[in-house]
């Protein structure tokens, strides 16, 4: 099968967002190459270890490469009619894009659709937590190493991106054991399968994207915990006011943890929904938020009665640690 191949050349604080518009454009999977250069700052605290002798691309520090895969029916010129002002838009909101160029062209599905599996190979993201795809072989370290299984499909969330391994962790340090948990916007489901492996009780997982619903339900089989994770579609916490689906959650409202790892623009617009959503105490765990964004998101949780317990960062991104007064 032909494949049509949209690539975008920018900065790494714009991936989330134009990996968004491109697969609100229907793109049927995106890939993300971020720089490689043996200069970075990486994080070994675990034992995570780097090649220091080739590096990994030639992508300068700081950009990034993504790709955006359509059907072949797909005119990629109208494909970026539709983005193209979008990602110029990303400058008002004070998101720095770089010199952003595109290039198209046609290819054949063999040579995308598995060829990024060669990257994606165990890793420790927190004392407890390692994520392993399901086509690597891994033997846990310790006894109290927690393997999460993944295959990420289309969907977003490999536990790579800081934001993801940030919030990972993050959980780690909230999660105390017996919790129900809302996950916004799961994508893969990596964050739900985290916590349960942590010891949260009860998750129910929330995405709008159908696809990512689909993934997380493959990968919350693969993890063997159906009878603890419950994944539907949702336009953030919207399905919490849907009267035919109450009894379906698998959570009991209110609840003791929330975690959202997506864009700091979209956090900013249901925060007094995680409100009440929480019990009096409960956490609201924010991620996603690039460092540029974390002075307006601070003011809104705030705002919206949150007290700030703990602010995490990794490179350039910060997750909150909101508690409900």
């Not at 407890?128 to 289309?154: A, Q």
Request: charge should be negative.
């Amino acid at each position: 099968m032909l494949w049509r191949e949209l690539t975008i050349h920018t900065t790494e604080e714009a991936v989330e967002m134009i990996t968004n518009f491109l697969h609100e454009a229907g793109a049927g999977g995106v890939s993300i190459e971020e720089s490689g250069t043996t200069n970075k700052k990486r994080d070994t605290s675990l034992g995570q270890w780097f090649d220091e002798i080739v590096p990994f691309n030639d992508i300068p520090e700081g950009f990034a490469v993504i790709k955006g895969y359509f059907d072949e029916t797909v005119t990629l010129e109208s494909v970026l009619d539709e983005i193209a002002p979008r990602v110029e838009e990303l400058k008002e909101f004070g998101i720095d894009t770089g010199e952003v160029s595109y290039e198209m062209k046609t290819v054949d599905e063999n040579e995308w659709a598995t060829a990024w599996k060669q990257y994606f190979k165990p890793i420790r993201v927190s004392e407890r937590l390692t994520i392993k795809p399901t086509w690597e072989e891994y033997t846990p370290e310790s006894d109290n190493e927690s393997i999460i299984v993944l295959d990420p499909g289309m969907a977003f969330g490999t536990g790579t991106h800081p934001t993801t391994s940030l919030c990972l962790r993050t959980l780690e340090m909230v999660i105390q054991g017996g919790e129900e948990v809302i996950d916004v916007g799961t994508g893969s489901g990596i964050l739900s399968i985290g916590a349960a492996h942590l010891g949260a009780s009860r998750i129910l997982a929330l995405d709008l994207d159908p696809v990512a619903v689909s993934s997380a339900k493959e990968n919350t089989r693969l993890n063997g915990l159906e009878d603890v994770i419950t994944v539907k579609e949702s336009d953030l916490l919207s399905v919490l006011t849907d009267s035919s689906v109450q009894s379906d959650l698998g959570v009991r409202l209110p609840v003791q943890v929330v975690v959202a790892n997506i864009l700091a623009e979209v956090i900013l617009l249901f925060v007094d929904d995680v409100y009440q959503a929480l019990q009096p105490g409960g956490a609201y765990i924010a991620s996603g938020i690039y460092k540029n964004k974390e002075e307006i998101v601070e003011k809104a949780l705030i705002a919206s009665g949150f007290e700030i317990a703990d602010i995490c960062r990794e490179d350039d991104w910060v997750a909150f640690v909101a508690r409900k007064n």
